[in-house]
Structure formats: structure tokens, C-alpha cells
T-cell receptor, first 117, second 113 residues
Framework: DSGVTQTPKHLITATGQRVTLRCSPR?????VYWYQQSLDQGLQFLIQ???????AKGNILERFSAQQFPDLHSELNLSSLELGDSALYFC????????????????FGPGTRLTVL | AQKITQTQPGMFVQEKEAVTLDCTYD???????LFWYKQPSSGEMIFLIY??????QNATEGRYSLNFQKARKSANLVISASQLGDSAMYFC??????????FGAGTRLTVKP
């Protein structure tokens, strides 16, 4: 158990819908990261938050947005869903942000498997 | 350009034998970290081992060790005494200072009884 929690574990929805994925980081971790893992594209970095502020953006679509709340939990919002959004979405957390070093080790949650029908 | 290269899409190893999973990386930075993760069929990503670019000793964590060759820019994972439960996808990753974590495409390891 990494200490990172994600809900829900599974989500099945229809095209055009909107969903919210939730993540609670490990105790003491200030950074939260979101990743998308699909069969054809591997593990793709979406976005990072550090202590409530957006720190880095990766390949995140405009239909997707995220935020980190004062209690450090984070939510990833996916809207106008398409079939191609079906994937495993991971949240990860680390102690620091981009300092370099062991404290950057990211611990992953169990993931949310999203299926868009 | 691809920063992390894992050239072995799939590997087989006999139970109780050692196996080496290859990883090469590309960076011009002096300060960076290298990580290995395991992803079993259940889907979770499990952190295995970390090696810092300035670490002089190869990292070890139980049956996992990292064969770090800085000049060759390689960070191979060695699993000793393979067990059936080691069957999984293994991802190599690198993080340069002030940059995102970059993951390789992964190697699928199958341990045969």
C-alpha cells in the first residue's frame, strides 16, 4: 500500500459525459501528479500540483482540468468524454516538487479505470 | 527525443534465476534521479528502487539492485532469485531537476516455474 488513495476504482460512463476522479496523497506529501495510461500511448504525464498551485503541465487536453485543495487532496475533471479517453488514470504524490533527488520519488495510487462507452 | 529507452519489450526468466532489465537514458544534466517501477497485472504502479546521479554506490533494495553505469547512461535493474510474483511490467523512469518524470515504454517480465 503506497498510502495514496484514489476513488473510484472503476468508472463506466457514456460519451459526452463529465466525471471527477479524486486523489488523496500520502501524509506529508505536497506534490500531486496525474497520469493517463492507455494501451497505445503508455504512461502520459498530465499535470502536477504543488501545495495547491499548478506546477507543471504535460499532455493534458483542454477538456481536462484539475485542482489541488487546501487539504492537499486533488481532483481531475474530465469533460465531453470521448471513446479515446478510456484509460487507467493514476494519481501519484511526492514529498517535494521538482528539486531532484530521492524526495522526488513518486508513489502511485491504485488508479481509476475509466471506460467510456 | 526519447529520453528513456527500454529495448526489451518482453523477457522470460526461470524461477530462482536472476534477470537484468535494460534501461538507457539521455540527459545533459549532471543532477538527475533514476527510478524503477513494477506494474503487476492488477494495475498498480509500485516503486522499487531509486538511484541518484551523484550516488557512487549502486542502489539495492532487497532482491532488487540497480546497475548504474553513468558514463554509458544506463540504469539496468537486476532482480535476483526471481519469483513467480515478479511477473509484471517494469518501467524505468528518470527525473532531471525541474523537469517532469519521464517513463520508458516498459518491459514485460514473465517468470516461468
Amino acid at each position: 500500500d503506497s498510502g495514496v488513495t484514489q476513488t473510484p476504482k472503476h468508472l463506466i460512463t457514456a460519451t459526452g459525459q463529465r466525471v471527477t476522479l479524486r486523489c488523496s496523497p500520502r501524509s506529508g506529501d505536497l506534490s500531486v501528479y496525474w497520469y493517463q495510461q492507455s494501451l497505445d500511448q503508455g504512461l502520459q504525464f498530465l499535470i502536477q500540483y504543488y501545495n495547491g498551485e499548478e506546477r507543471a503541465k504535460g499532455n493534458i487536453l483542454e477538456r481536462f482540468s484539475a485542482q489541488q485543495f487546501p487539504d492537499l487532496h486533488s481532483e481531475l475533471n474530465l469533460s465531453s468524454l470521448e471513446l479515446g479517453d478510456s484509460a487507467l488514470y493514476f494519481c501519484a504524490s511526492s514529498v517535494v516538487g521538482r528539486a531532484g533527488g530521492r524526495a522526488d520519488t513518486q508513489y502511485f495510487g491504485p488508479g481509476t479505470r475509466l471506460t467510456v462507452l | 527525443a526519447q529520453k528513456i529507452t527500454q529495448t526489451q519489450p518482453g523477457m522470460f526468466v526461470q524461477e530462482k534465476e536472476a534477470v537484468t532489465l535494460d534501461c538507457t537514458y539521455d540527459t545533459s544534466d549532471q543532477s538527475y534521479g533514476l527510478f524503477w517501477y513494477k506494474q503487476p497485472s492488477s494495475g498498480e504502479m509500485i516503486f522499487l528502487i531509486y538511484q541518484g546521479s551523484y550516488d557512487e554506490q549502486n542502489a539495492t533494495e532487497g532482491r532488487y539492485s540497480l546497475n548504474f553505469q553513468k558514463a554509458r547512461k544506463s540504469a539496468n535493474l537486476v532482480i535476483s532469485a526471481s519469483q513467480l510474483g515478479d511477473s509484471a511490467m517494469y518501467f524505468c523512469a528518470m527525473r532531471e531537476r525541474d523537469d517532469d518524470m519521464r517513463f520508458g515504454a516498459g518491459t514485460r517480465l514473465t517468470v516461468k516455474p
